[in-house]
């Protein structure tokens, strides 16, 4: 339980001018593309090495950030890359601001399988969704199948931004979660057409999120 809130103290009235946007990120992709690990290694600066566990249906994780001396919650939800679980994960795309979809380098399928992903977007998310396409797995660079540059391509065909990670060694692991946030007058926004949640920007609520997240 989270107990009973704590008086106001000028500590309290000082986090009160923080304001908290609350922004829901998905992770997709194929089975064994990283999702897990790179979620892992953004909450937790951890690599999961070892035997592979597969999602089953659907995981969250929130995680708080100062972006621009701003707070932000990101509740991220990390989805099973296998078939069998689409029909859980769909129910979930609506609710996301921003997606993460990853293939892996070393997997041509999962590459391939990026643009069935993208039309599975098209049909389940929001409109105003932020779509990043992530390269997973860049440490592994002797067995590398797909090309910087072909991942390149097929984001400026479908206007997404782009990124190489490594849930192993970190490489821009941070940078994927957080490019799609940002600050505009000390308001936590993200890079869409969304107007910021109402909830968040009550001072109070953000009192509540900052001591009892
Ligand atoms: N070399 C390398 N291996 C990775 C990396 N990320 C994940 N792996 C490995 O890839 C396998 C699958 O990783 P997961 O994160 O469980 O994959 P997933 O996309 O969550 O899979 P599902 O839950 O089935 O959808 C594991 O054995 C990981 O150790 C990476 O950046 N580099």
Partial sequence: SLGTPAPLS??????????IQCNNVMLVGDSGVGKTCLLVRFKDGAFLAGSFISTVGIDFRNKVMSIDAVKVKLQIW???GQERFRSVTHAYYRDANALLLLYDVT???????????LTEIHEYAQQDVVVMLLGNKVDS??????????????????????????????????????????????????????????????????IALVLYF
């Fill in 78 to 80: 990390d989805t099973a």
């Fill in 10 to 19: 000028n500590w309290n009235i000082k986090c009160a001018t923080t304001i």
């Fill in 141 to 206: 660079t002797h067995d590398r199948m797909v090309k910087r540059e072909e991942g390149e391509k097929l984001a400026k065909e479908f206007g997404v931004p782009f990124m190489e990670t490594s849930a192993k060694s970190g490489l821009n692991v941070e940078l994927a979660f957080t490019a799609h946030e940002g600050t505009h007058n000390g308001k936590a926004h993200k890079l869409s057409k969304a107007p910021c949640d109402e909830n968040c920007t009550d001072p109070r609520s953000s």
């Fill in 107 to 117: 997997n041509k399928a999962s590459f391939d399988n990026i643009r069935a992903w």
